[in-house]
């Protein structure tokens, strides 16, 4: 997101000058996911199951971790999967195509913690275009499963934006990701025509999106600055999830907000940022569906989600890009350049890491997500 390094230059150096004091007698690390209080008295009386389950299913990655979710709890473990509106991006999104990608990413952990618990899920599809409100009936049924998933995957789970090494991916560990998605997950290795051509229209597509108002003011506006805001709201992007630690995270923390996104420093900071990034990775995973139907993108969303929660236990990391898919201007050729025909959905940046930090990006407590 930032070049950290360089950080405090956007800000001037009177409020280095002012900081140091205040630093030392104030927070000096970011708000992170452990940090967040329960509520002291839940407000709806849900079934324990059903809010071990729900909570653990919104641990699912979104686009500027907007969350775009909410559930209508018809009877206990009876519900409604539903797309909230409030939490679309309409300048980088117009189509909610990633909306219906993470409500995808959603089931998908709802179905694994379901599991956990000795739950069957049985799914009835209601929406059929992206922006229906109501998308996916579920209903929970006991079940004598032989065995249970790890839920542990999914409360460690954490997208990562530097330290990615420079090391291919080993192809064994290619298979094993892949596995039974062969024909929807593609490994683009380094140092091939089609991993070029991702590294320098990821680039290009960040630069068109940096300086688009529209795009930049969205981000803008689902970035957490304060403390205080990212536990008011527990979503968007924290300094934590940006990877902005320290004193530098102190600075953003207290002296950045919205207007900070809008200015030429920042964007291009950003921009500086990933052209750092995207010289360093193992490679690229590409994602493909079937068509752009409702039912191939929530299930392009589960095979996503399928992926990112095999690859910690490898120590490696996935940094979605989807730049290049947001702006029209860049996308146009790149099933050709790739070497793909299906529709693409993610592009994922890929490579091994020296060391995996826990997940710090915010989730909003179940009551939150419940709606009559």
């Known amino acids: 997101m930032m070049n950290r390094r360089r950080f405090l230059g956007i800000g001037g150096g009177c409020i280095v000058i002012a900081g140091v004091t205040s630093y030392a007698l104030s927070d000096r690390r970011n708000l992170v996911r452990n940090d967040l209080r329960p509520d002291p008295i839940p407000r709806l009386l849900l079934k324990k199951d059903e809010r071990t389950i729900l909570y653990l299913a919104s641990l699912a990655p979104s686009g500027h971790n907007t969350q775009p979710w909410f559930i209508k709890r018809l009877q206990p473990y009876h519900w409604i999967v539903c797309n909230d509106q409030t939490k679309w991006l309409t300048a980088v999104d117009p189509t909610q195509r990633e909306t219906m990608l993470s409500i995808g990413a959603f089931l998908q952990n709802l179905e694994y913690a379901a599991n956990n618990l000795g739950y069957a899920c049985q799914f009835e599809l209601k929406a059929k275009t992206n922006r229906d409100e109501e998308v996916m009936e579920v209903r929970l049924v006991n079940a004598d499963l032989q065995a249970k998933y790890d839920t542990d995957h999914i409360k460690q789970r954490r997208t990562m934006r530097s330290g990615i090494l420079p090391v291919e991916l080993k192809q064994e560990d290619v298979n094993d990701l892949i596995n039974k998605d062969i024909d929807f997950v593609h490994f683009i290795p380094p140092k091939t025509a089609a991993y070029r051509h991702l590294n320098e229209q990821t680039l290009e597509a960040n630069k068109v999106q940096s300086y688009r108002d529209a795009a930049q003011k969205e981000l803008a506006n689902w970035i957490r600055f304060s403390s205080k805001d990212a536990e008011k709201y527990r979503d968007g992007l924290t300094p934590g999830s940006m990877e902005i630690e320290g004193f530098t995270g102190w ?29 360093t990775s193992g490679g690229w995973f590409v994602i493909t569906s079937k068509n752009q139907s409702v039912t191939s993108l929530l299930e392009t969303g589960q095979r996503m989600q399928r992926l990112f929660l095999k690859v910690r236990k490898k120590g490696i990391a996935i940094h979605p890009m989807t730049q290049i898919l947001e702006e029209p201007s860049i996308h146009q050729g790149l099933n050709s350049a790739i070497g793909i025909n299906e529709p693409v959905q993610f592009i994922l940046r890929t490579g091994y890491l020296k060391n995996y930090p826990g997940a710090v990006s915010l989730r909003r407590p179940v009551d939150w997500l419940i709606r009559s």
Do not use: L, S, T, W
């Not at 600075?251 to 995207?278: A, L, S, T």
């Open 251 to 279: 600075v953003v923390r207290n002296f950045y907000g919205k207007p900070n996104v809008m200015k030429n420093g920042f964007r291009d900071q950003n921009i500086e940022q990933v052209e750092k990034q995207v010289a």
